[in-house]
Each structure stands twice: as C-alpha cells, then as structure tokens.
C-alpha cells in the first residue's frame, strides 16, 4: 500500500490489516504519520496478532521486506512490543486499545479462519512550543546549576 502525501494531509487514516500484507510496514507507518493534516490526527490501526508478517505474490508467498520486529509469543506480549518499541519510538501516542475478532476467507481445509485483530488507535502529539530563555528575555531566569551524584562525562576528573 502507498500513502501519497497531499498538500491539506488527513485528520484520520485507517490502516486495517495491511501492515502484516506489505512489503514495507514501517515505511507505511511512517508515511501514514507524514500525511497527517495536522498534530493530533488520528491513525486506526488493526494488527492480527500473533503477528506473521508475509506478502502474497501470484500463487506464493514471501518474506516482507522490511518486517516488524514483533517479538513476544502471546497476542498481549506481541501487542505490548508494537505498542512500546515501534510506535512510540516512531512518535506515535497510543490513544485506545482493545482486541476484537477478526473473521477472514478460508482455503480448502476451512470455510473461514476467526483470528485475533489489535484494534490500535495512535495519534501524532502536537508540537510542544517552548519559551526561549536566555539574557534579555522577558521571564527568563539565570540558569541554575543541579548537583548530580555522577558528573557529567569530562567533568570532575582529575
């Protein structure tokens, strides 16, 4: 899936059972997070977990690209993982959370398979404007310095 970048963005962007279908989920996440209108904006998410990250390709299917590095083996552990080291480091704020049935086409061995989907609603923080401090701006003080138990690297050696 390719996200393309409009000049007014999007207040909200659903993402439903792609990101274990592509080649390049991250790229994904990160172009969903660049074509937000603004700070703030939502992205849904849903991620069947535990997570299998393949592509179909005709009759085949192949290693993603760029996999998730999902770890864990429970849905829980796997959805903590998502949650807490590929989202939030990516900038994202988890805003809600919840699991809930995924029914999908089956094959030849069943009719349809009931998986488990993490519904995931993430939103972009705004920009967090701070003040500048310095000499001749107003409500500025002098800085003050904080004893630390361990110096800062370079300082306090002999």
């Known amino acids: 899936a390719v ?3 409009q000049s007014t963005g999007y207040s909200v962007i659903s993402c439903l059972n792609v990101l274990d279908r592509c080649h390049y ?14 700070r703030g904006g939502m992205i849904i998410i849903a991620l069947v977990l535990p997570y299998n990250g393949s592509v179909e390709e005709g009759h085949d299917w192949v290693a993603q ?22 989202l939030e480091p990516m900038g994202f704020q988890l805003s809600y959370v919840t699991r809930v049935p995924y029914l999908c086409t089956g094959d030849l061995h069943n009719k349809y398979y009931s998986l488990s989907d993490a519904l995931v609603a ?25 004893e630390m138990d361990t110096p800062p690297p370079g300082e306090g050696e002999e």
Do not use: D
């Not at 996440?29 to 209108?37: A, E, V």
């Not at 923080?125 to 500025?140: E, Q």
């Open 25 to 38: 989920p991250l790229s994904l996440l990160q172009s969903m997070y660049n074509c937000l209108k603004e």
């Open 3 to 5: 996200v393309s970048t």
């Open 122 to 146: 993430v939103t972009v923080p705004p920009a967090v404007t701070v003040p500048p401090v310095g000499p001749g701006v107003v409500g500025a003080t002098n800085t003050t310095r904080v």
């Open 65 to 86: 690209a760029e996999p998730l590095q999902i770890r864990g083996i429970t849905f829980e552990q796997q959805l903590s993982y998502f949650c807490r080291f590929i």
